[in-house]
């Protein structure tokens, strides 16, 4: 039996990661296909793969565990993961499919091998983070440990988690049937909350003036926060022919916790919006 592999998608040079709100990362794919030249059996065909380098945030290192007392490591390749019986590595037949780690048609013969990893940081609105990872993906025999073909490809770059959003607990209406709600992410470079009270309304009423408006922003225990800035004079309007949205906007700074509500007084009557 000659058994051959051969990668048919697999990462080269470096892939870039991205933000994603709180989230920083690569995905990749590792698709490979095994051929014994007389037989459709390929259970000695598998998947290895290895990675070294560093995780940071805020200038830190984050160590990150591969395996019992492994862990990842700036200098040496260590396998991504545990081998059976801990079955977190990659492309071990001997372990269950799980849909990112996958022999077709079936795992203990398929000689087709799909892989996916995502490699990522995550953490807090305004967190500077860093990827600076190298991957080795080999195809082996594990009958004669023969490495079949291999592919070498880096994760790096770095990148400042995206603000964090928060929004009304559904839509407050007023008595005078107007609905209230709020909208609100965080500003990393001003540090600060940018604020949108939206009072939704029938199209041809009178403008809203931001006098017309008292606004208190308040963390869980009530504690209210300061407000930099406030849009003044009249509220900007858009919208259709039937319904229109009158926005307020603020800047709020920040404390140690989140904002949790706005008290809304409006048009003589005081209102609660509750954010999550």
Same mark, same amino acid.
């Given at each position: 039996?000659?058994?051959?592999?051969?990668?048919? &998608?697999? +990462?080269?040079?470096?892939?870039?990661?991205?933000?994603?709100?709180?989230?920083?990362?690569?995905?990749?794919?590792?698709?490979?296909?095994? *051929?014994?030249?007389?037989?459709?059996?390929?259970?000695?065909?598998?998947?290895?793969?290895?990675?070294?380098?560093?995780?940071?945030?805020?200038?830190?290192?984050?160590?990150?565990?591969?395996?019992?007392?492994?862990?990842?490591?700036?200098?040496?390749?260590?396998?991504?993961?545990?081998? +059976? +019986?801990?079955? %977190?590595?990659?492309?071990?037949?001997?372990? +269950?499919? %799980?849909?990112?780690?996958?022999?077709?048609?079936?795992? *203990?013969?398929?000689?087709?091998?799909?892989?996916?990893?995502?490699?990522?940081?995550?953490?807090?609105? =305004?967190?500077?983070?860093?990827?600076?990872?190298?991957? *080795?993906?080999?195809?082996?025999?594990?009958?004669?440990?023969?490495?079949?073909?291999?592919?070498?490809?880096?994760?790096?770059?770095?990148?400042?988690?995206?603000?964090?959003?928060?929004?009304? /607990? =559904?839509?407050?209406?007023?008595?005078?049937?107007?609905?209230?709600?709020?909208?609100?992410?965080?500003?990393?470079?001003?540090?600060?909350? &940018?604020?949108?009270?939206?009072?939704?309304?029938?199209? =041809?009423?009178?403008?809203?003036?931001?006098?017309?408006?008292?606004?208190?922003?308040?963390?869980?225990?009530?504690?209210?926060?300061?407000?930099?800035?406030?849009?003044?004079?009249?509220?900007?309007? /858009?919208?259709?022919?039937?319904?229109?949205?009158?926005?307020?906007?603020?800047?709020?700074? /920040?404390?140690?916790?989140?904002?949790?509500?706005?008290? /809304?007084?409006?048009?003589?009557?005081?209102?609660?919006? &509750?954010?999550?």
């Amino acid at each position: 039996m000659v058994l051959t592999g051969k990668f048919t &998608n697999i +990462p080269s040079g470096n892939l870039e990661p991205t933000v994603n709100g709180n989230k920083f990362s690569a995905p990749f794919k590792m698709e490979a296909v095994f *051929t014994n030249d007389d037989s459709s059996d390929c259970s000695k065909g598998e998947y290895r793969q290895y990675v070294k380098g560093v995780f940071k945030w805020n200038g830190l290192e984050v160590p990150h565990q591969l395996c019992g007392d492994i862990y990842l490591s700036k200098d040496k390749f260590e396998e991504d993961g545990c081998p +059976p +019986p801990g079955c %977190t590595a990659y492309g071990y037949r001997s372990c +269950p499919a %799980t849909g990112i780690d996958d022999y077709k048609p079936t795992q *203990t013969l398929g000689c087709t091998y799909q892989g996916f990893d995502e490699p990522s940081i995550s953490g807090n609105s =305004g967190d500077c983070v860093k990827i600076d990872l190298t991957f *080795t993906g080999e195809l082996i025999n594990t009958e004669t440990n023969d490495i079949l073909e291999s592919a070498t490809w880096t994760v790096k770059g770095s990148g400042t988690l995206m603000a964090e959003q928060l929004s009304s /607990v =559904g839509e407050i209406v007023t008595k005078t049937n107007e609905g209230l709600s709020a909208q609100a992410s965080y500003d990393y470079e001003s540090n600060a909350w &940018n604020f949108n009270l939206i009072i939704s309304r029938s199209s =041809g009423l009178p403008p809203i003036h931001s006098s017309e408006l008292e606004v208190q922003f308040l963390d869980a225990e009530e504690k209210e926060f300061n407000i930099l800035t406030v849009q003044k004079g009249q509220l900007t309007e /858009v919208g259709g022919t039937n319904r229109k949205s009158a926005v307020a906007q603020y800047q709020v700074g /920040v404390s140690e916790t989140r904002p949790r509500s706005l008290r /809304v007084k409006f048009r003589g009557d005081t209102y609660c919006i &509750n954010l999550q």
